[in-house]
């Protein structure tokens, strides 16, 4: 089946020197970028991520920090990454959980401001694990008739960019309309269909430190946009100020924004405060 896109979808994968979304960094990024014409393009960089690799990521990657250390940093790759990858949706295994909220994180530290609010985000991991539960080997297995190990080296970004992109494509063609009799159990081709089925929370930032919640009036009652659906707000969900809106915390305790800005958050949460923090500066100016 051909993806039925309106702009270049990126499926990706990382390997990494481990799952700290702050401390650790990318050694492996490969990519396969598919234009709406069906065209794919592919792309695979091994990356010096400026600190030791510990044996045990090696054991589980094969990447030693030898084949690292006459590679590019991301900070070296991050404007020549962003150039390929503005204007793209994208798509991965665990990506929206993991892979998405790193890459941001890697971009921010190279000086590169890329926005990944305009792209839409498609987990295959997440629509296979609400329709079968289960990881990517078994959903190889399951979707493409094989088993990954005939076919992959596991645990290499490269092998597992294409081992996700067979998942997927295997997905909407098993879950295409009419392609089976469960009612409950159909996916339409469509990037903003699946970008929302993807969706697992609310979070505003990749972090969870913000998220959405429903607007209220002073007495508590939910506020309701034209559709009669609650209109949603930015709210702070950690700490002192939990529930609380953050235009309100901005307003009621400025120094909290600061303490953020200081403090050991992601740079894509400092990012998005200050995106808030300067839109209500607007409003209010």
């Not at 700290?20 to 990356?47: A, T, W």
């Not at 798509?91 to 609010?117: C, K, T």
Request: contains cysteine; charged residues 30%; negative net charge.
């Amino acid at each position: 089946m051909k993806l039925n896109l309106t702009k270049p979808l990126v499926i990706f994968d990382l390997e990494t020197t481990g799952l700290d979304l702050v401390k650790d960094r990318i050694i492996q990024i490969s990519y396969i970028k598919v234009y709406p014409d069906g065209h794919e393009e592919r792309g695979n960089e091994l990356v010096n991520p400026e600190k030791p690799i510990e044996p045990m990521i090696t054991q589980l990657t094969g990447i030693s920090n030898d084949d690292v250390k006459d590679k590019p940093t991301f900070k070296q790759l991050g404007a020549v990454l962003a150039e390929k990858f503005t204007g793209c949706d994208f798509a991965g295994f665990n990506s929206n959980h993991f892979d998405i909220p790193l890459l941001a994180e890697e971009f921010l530290r190279a000086g590169v401001d890329f926005d990944f609010s305009k792209c839409k985000m498609i987990d295959a991991q997440t629509i296979f694990h609400k329709m079968e539960r289960r990881n990517l080997a078994a959903a190889y297995k399951f979707y493409c008739g094989r088993k990954m190990e005939e076919d992959f080296e596991a645990h290499r970004a490269d092998q597992d960019t294409e081992a996700t992109y067979r998942v997927l494509m295997g997905e909407l063609d098993k879950y295409a309309p009419g392609a089976n009799e469960d009612p409950e159990k159909v996916l339409e081709n469509d990037m903003n269909k699946l970008a929302e089925f993807s969706r697992v929370n609310n979070n505003v930032d990749f972090a969870g430190r913000i998220v959405w919640g429903e607007m209220k009036d002073r007495n508590g009652n939910t506020l309701l946009d034209e559709q009669g659906n609650p209109r949603l707000t930015e709210v702070f969900n950690f700490g002192k100020h939990k529930g609380i809106p953050v235009a309100d915390v901005l307003h009621i305790d400025p120094g909290y924004y600061s303490w953020i800005l200081s403090g050991d958050f992601t740079y894509n949460t400092k990012q998005i405060l200050t995106r808030i923090r300067l839109r209500e500066s607007k409003l209010n100016g």
